[in-house]
């Protein structure tokens, strides 16, 4: 079955940094485009970043461009999402999935940007 493991997520000060990681399994993962979610506390989950199978097309939500940098390991089978300049409306649960094909979600990861 088809499974995302996310991680890295941890409590950060305004300004700060964190690298997230998914671990994907159950599919062949450099054949489908891979996105990053998020879900604030209290309000909708909402679309991040989005990288194609071949690295060459990726989007960014207005809320993050510059900021972010999504990438992928086709031979890990892993997604990542750097995160630079944090900001406290950057906190929520951080999830990834196929960008084209719902699985479901999975556990997520808790990100929180606070002084």
């Known amino acids: 079955q088809v499974q995302f493991v996310e991680s890295g997520g941890d409590l950060v000060q305004p300004g700060g940094s964190l690298r997230l990681s998914c671990a994907a399994s159950?599919?062949?993962?450099?054949?489908?485009?891979m996105s990053w979610y998020r879900q604030p506390p209290g309000k909708e989950r909402e679309l991040v970043a989005s990288i194609n199978t071949g690295r060459t097309t990726i989007y960014y939500a207005d809320t993050v461009k510059g900021r972010f940098t999504i990438s992928r390991d086709n031979g890990k089978n892993a997604v990542y999402l750097q995160m630079n300049s944090l900001k406290p409306e950057d906190t929520a649960v951080y999830y990834c999935?196929?960008?084209?094909?719902?699985?479901?979600w999975g556990r997520g990861t808790q990100v929180t940007v606070s002084s």
């Open positions: 159950g599919f062949i993962f450099r054949n489908y485009d």
């Open positions: 999935r196929r960008r084209a094909v719902f699985d479901g």
